[in-house]
């Protein structure tokens, strides 16, 4: 792979990071602004769920597919919701062909641990018959093209992505699951609305949403994931240090952003709605 | 465990009225709408809605080889990576690239290289990387019609476009663009992409059953469609440089 | 690997494209002639059915092996067969070590898809018991020397392998298969004779079976497969284009060549004989 | 087919008398023992003993990159291979290193290089090889600790030493230093690297519940404890020095 | 991979070769003589059996774990031992990372005929019903250090670790397997106890338990495992070849040695107590 | 599912007149035919019918070493790449090659390189390709057989042929040339190779059970046997340089 951190010079690190310090960014936000969010819900026919989201120019599609299998042993009333992120050549000549890398495998994590520790997907609803069968969610991330911030951008489309989903109900008839007919949407689902939001950290600076160059000139970033009133996951990636100071204003921060933008996506209006 | 719904297909083909499933005539196209300049990141990108497919195709190049001994010291080569993503088809795509991908990438440089002057380029590499996000029969043809305008929308020297589409035979009648239903009940498949600077087919795969009255019919079928397509490519490209026209007369006016 | 067109120089190229022109091959045959087929059937003893099949101076081994699995659930009755094929290094310096590369994926593709599409192989006679148990059928393709055309000697080699196959008779006990002591043979399995006819093209000169220094000359190959009245497959490979009229040419040159390789070849001579 | 007894946990993670499972108090720490110079094939080494956990860490370098395409121009890189033994934890592990500890990994060396003056050592690596042969929760932590005192032992220039743990919620109370039980029964997991030469916080993850006001106290408690390991890893360091120093006395008095 | 036999230079190979010759090593040892083997059982609480063994500065830290698994059809009372071998970085500067390489198979495999041919396993009595369930065992080795002569420390760590071994025992309620609440320990699974012996060869001098430095120097090894009484494995590796005299000779010297290392080593100490 | 019909094997080896189930005696080999330069594409080939084993053996060398790091700069490297095609065995084998493949070819490179003079040969490698087309015990012996033919037919110096067969103990007896029912229902297998030049031993495995005076004797009987085993080896390249011979004497007189 190109050495990602040369594809920038150091006079653009230097214009760069220059520019953070006067609060000033290329693309006109300040510090603790978004780019702009677009979500197209239902972009796949072929996928029981699906969202096609920018943050920016950066592009990312997901969509949802199903299985049924046989719980886990130590939770057999449980289905289960697996995130999978692929950095397609296609959206960058930073990402090369081959098995997942450290980026993709970052991306789904981080994606993964903001929605399930915060009790997101109810997986006890996913459950068909309890030691017998359950719903298997696969929740898959494309990345269409590359502008920085995956992650807040994938956690909006693997988010829009259960929301719009719509499963066949199955019943278990003693012996093997058959459909009822009816369906299994998003609402029912869906628990909580937890946004990942991720900030970039050059020197002692501190920004909201890093594109493209400022992620691959920062020595770090921090996603911090959270609901309403908690914090339900922290990933600090990168070299970067922070104070704790840092840590708890971050905090404080995101639960402020994300009950804005939380409110400003809307996303309950992506739902599935033929019941 | 069993799907709780099976990918079935139904018995006949046709309506009682004579069209097509999805309401179409024998020899008519499916809905397909194209785009270039889809993708920043890329020297040359291009995107198609053909019916339900929706594809994404990049183009770099040309670019230095890697691994470096695949380049050759005579000319560039040209590699296709085709690629399904996962929730793109009806039963969920193991994620690792399988060998019907790596068949279909094959199968679609070959079809593309006649048109390039890869003479020119030696020692670098022109890459074209497809996503297929959503699937829904001649997904090959598709990437192959759209891979050709990313080309071109890059800039690079061809020959000519090139189009591709599946036509065949289904309840014995045969039809041109075959959807992904007919594809899999139908009895014939037959892929075909033309070559517009020689009218000549640089893609021919065909797995059915037919006599050669037959193949005669559904080939001359085929490149009326082509036609019909081809105009599409072209028009796509030509709203592209209307639209650069535009921008630049306006940046002129601007400077009055 | 080498790269394949560079074995043969400038001159080898003009030279062979002149003598073609002339319709004249280094070998002396037409350019509608084949080479010599040998075939030996039943060379392997641990296989259920198996072929020694040579082209000229191409060699391929073909041996059938078999399993008992579940059937695909949407054909409840039906058997399976699947054709793999390995080039391995042995038969040229040309093939490398490692996972399957693009020639031996398209042997075996082209090669199965030329028995598939022509109900070669009766896969409902597969079945033991529907939605039970059918036999899976592994018909490999092992290539021992390599001077061209592969495909065609393959088609030959798997064919052989399928009327020489011999495999034990199952019958389902409700429970599992057990065996009933008879056999189960080729003759049994096999319906169409379904050839594979490959030519070559370089410039706008068009050629049956082409050997190694052609294949490595030439712009590109079309094969077809066809029973006695109809085309079942065709697969174009290579960067030649073909005009239609060249197509329309060759199907039909394909159904008379066929025809009588059918008759020359007399496969049906190979056929299990100990019922 | 299942396990004869399953990795059952208990529906309480505090006994009567307000200790947890293995009677520590919350703030507690369990036993620790650190090591190093303990591989004689490598540039440095440690080993450590953290409750249950067994965890061997070696450091090679600088030394040449391979592949080459990983080194850097103008400075040297940091590579950590955490893996964990097959019989290491209570569903025997697959061989082959997963995600899992690619991820971790990654965290690891993200974690470390802080401290490191890598600019110093262009085109070259420093490859740490880290082995949980036995694990009890927060291995990544006693990974992280062990890796860094494999490091000072391998005499590389560093800024300070790192010290990691793990703190979190069981039961709804917060705790420091969680236990395999507690990890995987417990509500919040925190790990927490510190890197010494300014104070600040190098490895940050969190999966769990909670509001600022628990946050704020568990990095508090998180701090505290840090300091109580890293005393152990100085001493550790020092009493090789002063094994070295004794030895080379010794020597000096044999002379003599 | 470095090339390994380069570590050591010409020199180098001359003097370990000249020492050799006036039966002198560096270390101070005869020509027959092992370096001091270091037991620690019970090294590892996660798994089901363990043992910390050292050979001079060769160490292996080897763990058992266990599965419940069906018996193959040819075997339908016999449960299942397997050995493997993780040759890790951290042990050597000479160790790559990635897929198990060719030395590490030797290891696996020679400790694992060497136990094998010896009936050192009693698999009838891991099994738990015929036909239904048996135990798997898996004998996992980890080369900590590597300075010499993995085999023979392979073959004791493995051998402790199964006799320490104390495995919960199943019994089959028709159904399923469960737990009886007792144990089942390494005295009843473990028969012989067969000891694996390596020699080095150098021209025509022959050695016991080569060291490093010796190991690299060599022309090849050969390692004999025997119960009491009887050879029950040989490999020969390396080009080294030996005259018929030789290894008779090395046969004899082998069932000598064991029966010493049988007594010193007194392995059966190391039993599981709580049952 | 299982297989209709199970690979069992007897409960007895030996007949009751005392022959073993395929009627020979103890020290009796099974046929045995040979055949070199039999791959036109190979530097030197060989083909080995033995009992029921086939394989083909293809030599290419002394050229360029891949990948380039496995040479070695003062002497060539010989690498052995012994395969079994899927259907040579009772269960189909899969096709990727496995650990047993890779340790068989790793024996039979140790095995025959005593015998080559590698030294003349630095910086390239001599590469065999052995596959097994047809199993039947012993593969492992008649490969190194075969493949030592075809070193020979490649014409690369050679201080001698090696031959290599398997000799053990079935129901008690020792016997030579175990067949495959031997090999799997039998006590004790024992593949030897021996290097002429210096009538010593260059591969040696053993696995079953036996006392010392048995070793004794069984490898004297091996001894015996792969005496007449190596006549057969001579005889077939002798045959082949009097059909050469021939050749030139014909063309010669063509000549006249």
């Known amino acids: ?275 | 465990m069993v799907l709780l719904i099976k990918d079935e297909y139904p018995e006949k083909l046709f309506q009682e009225n004579g069209k097509r499933l999805d309401g179409r005539d024998k020899k008519e196209l499916r809905p397909i709408k194209m785009e270039v300049d889809i993708l920043k990141n890329a020297d040359g990108s291009a995107y198609i809605e053909w019916g339900n497919n929706k594809i994404f195709a990049a183009v770099f190049g040309p670019r230095e080889v890697h691994p470096h001994h695949l380049s050759k010291p005579d000319r560039g080569v040209l590699r296709v990576f085709y690629r399904m993503a996962t929730y793109s088809v009806f039963d969920r795509k193991r994620p690792a690239p399988g060998r019907r991908e790596k068949e279909i990438s094959m199968i679609i440089a070959d079809c593309l290289e006649p048109v390039l002057f890869l003479e020119l380029y030696p020692g670098t590499a022109f890459e074209i990387f497809i996503e297929v996000i959503d699937a829904d029969g001649g997904t090959r043809c598709a990437s192959t019609t759209v891979a050709s305008l990313a080309l071109a929308d890059a800039g690079i020297p061809m020959k000519s476009l090139v189009t591709a589409l599946a036509v065949g035979k289904i309840d014995g009648e045969l039809v041109v663009d075959l959807s992904g239903i007919e594809d899999k009940a139908g009895e014939a498949d037959l892929p075909i992409a033309i070559t517009w600077f020689n009218d000549e087919i640089s893609l021919l795969q065909f797995d059915g059953d037919m006599d050669l009255a037959e193949l005669d019919t559904v080939l001359k079928d085929a490149k009326e469609a082509a036609e019909k397509i081809y105009e599409i490519q072209v028009n796509t490209l030509k709203d592209k440089y209307i639209s650069i026209q535009k921008n630049i007369e306006n940046e002129k006016g601007g400077e009055d």
Chains 1, 3, 5 share one sequence.
């Open chain 1, 1 to 275: 792979m190109m050495d990602v951190k040369r594809v920038i010079s150091t006079i653009e690190r230097k214009y760069i990071k220059n520019n953070l310090k006067k609060e000033e960014r290329f693309d006109g936000r300040g510090l603790w602004d978004y780019r702009e969010f677009k979500i197209t819900p239902n972009f796949v026919a072929s996928a029981e769920g699906s969202a096609d989201v920018s943050l920016g120019e950066t592009r990312i599609i997901t969509g949802l597919k199903y299985d049924i299998g046989t719980p886990f042993p130590d939770l057999p009333d449980e289905g289960v919701c697996t995130i999978m992120a692929e950095l397609i050549p296609l959206a960058s000549p930073l990402f090369e062909r081959g098995p997942p890398d450290e980026q993709s495998i970052e991306l789904a994590r981080v994606v993964d641990r903001g929605i399930r520790h915060a009790d997101c997907v109810q997986t006890k609803k996913l459950c068909i018959e309890a030691e017998k069968a359950v719903y298997i969610l696969f929740v898959d991330m494309y990345v269409i093209n590359y502008e920085g911030n995956l992650i807040d951008c994938g956690g909006v489309s693997a988010l829009t992505t259960l929301i719009s989903a719509q499963l066949p109900e199955g019943k278990w008839n003693g012996e093997d699951v058959e459909w009822t007919g009816g369906y299994f949407t998003g609402k029912d689902i869906v628990n909580e609305l937890p946004l990942v939001i991720t900030y970039g950290k050059i020197d002692d600076i501190i920004f909201l949403d890093p594109d493209l160059p400022e992620e691959l000139v920062c020595d770090g970033r921090i996603s911090i994931s959270s609901t309403e009133e908690k914090i339900t996951s922290i990933q600090k990636s990168g070299i970067a240090t922070f104070s704790f100071d840092e840590i708890k204003m971050l905090c404080n921060k995101s639960l402020e952003i994300g009950k804005k933008l939380r409110k400003d996506l809307n996303l309950w209006q992506y739902k599935a709605n033929n019941e």
